[in-house]
């Protein structure tokens, strides 16, 4: 039988697939990062468990893993729940789903509501390319290394943090990336009291810092805005050209691979060239040029 990871809501019971319905109530096996939490879901979504239900959480999942891959070896359906979202991201479920394939146990997903790309949607902030941090190092030190890493990444940032280290890691990546950076402090998602605040992150880390908001935190800082790259020096083209002619290239071949090479039009480092060769002569040329 295949191991199957359930995404479950983030907060909400009616955003439950009809799959992952069907599927804790036919599991042989729940393994749930919180059992309490899992019983208290079943009951707003009408399911029976018929299974066996084990925790499976950060602090017994090295151990737990081998008796559940056991299980899935003999037969037995096993499928994994955490608190909310995607087992495995962020939440226990990578270490199982790692034994699982290395002992050749299929796996599956019952894909549901994850916290990373609903936080995402909702900022407001671009979306085409974006990249998960998970949570930043617990220590300021770790923190601010891993932040300051970040300052050239062009792409849409996603972090997870805890409410009582998010004041510090906000104002940790104001430090890192600047106050007038665009951010997005989502909170509480999908719950009865989600909050999405949108401003820069000097802003967010001073609201942040009066107000130490509660609840399940995802943070979306907008990527580095692109650096527009110098175009090169009518002197640097002139040369380039030259040392191509220098190597037995035709001028007008050498001022094209030039030009492609560099990115750049090839009246422009036809120009340049022209106006090198102009430079160069001596006054004595110019001044035989001119009669």
Request: hydrophobic share 45%.
């Amino acid at each position: 039988m295949p191991l199957v990871l359930l995404g479950a809501p983030l907060g909400n019971a009616e955003d439950a697939s009809a799959r992952l319905r069907t599927i804790l109530a036919s599991a042989d096996i729940v393994a749930a990062e919180d059992t309490r939490r899992l019983l208290r879901l079943a009951h707003d979504l009408g399911v029976t468990l018929t299974g066996r239900i084990v925790s499976y959480f950060e602090g017994n999942e090295r151990r737990r893993t081998d008796d559940l891959v056991e299980a899935l070896r003999g037969g037995a359906s096993v499928a994994v729940v955490t608190d909310g979202g995607m087992p495995s991201v962020s939440d226990p479920g990578f270490r199982l789903v790692r034994a699982a394939v290395d002992a050749g146990i299929p796996v599956t997903a019952a894909p549901g509501p994850s916290a990373v790309t609903t936080a995402l949607a909702l900022s407001g902030l671009p979306t085409a390319r974006f990249c998960f941090e998970g949570f930043p190092p617990r220590k300021r030190g770790e923190r601010r290394a891993a932040l300051a890493a970040l300052t050239d990444e062009p792409r849409t940032l996603v972090f997870f943090e805890a409410p009582h280290r998010v004041a510090e890691t906000l104002a940790d990546l104001a430090a890192a990336l600047g106050d007038e950076r665009p951010a997005a402090l989502c909170r509480e998602l999908t719950k009865t009291y989600e909050e999405v605040r949108r401003a820069s992150l000097g802003e967010l880390a001073g609201w942040a810092a009066d107000r130490q908001p509660r609840g399940e935190i995802t943070l979306v800082v907008q990527g580095a805005p692109q650096r527009v790259a110098e175009p090169p020096a009518a002197a640097e083209l002139a040369e380039a050209v030259e040392a191509k002619v220098a190597d037995g290239a035709l001028r007008k071949l050498a001022i094209a691979q030039v030009a492609q090479a560099l990115g750049v039009p090839k009246r422009t480092v036809y120009d340049a060239v022209v106006s090198h060769r102009r430079a160069s002569r001596s006054p004595g040329d110019r001044e035989h040029t001119e009669e």
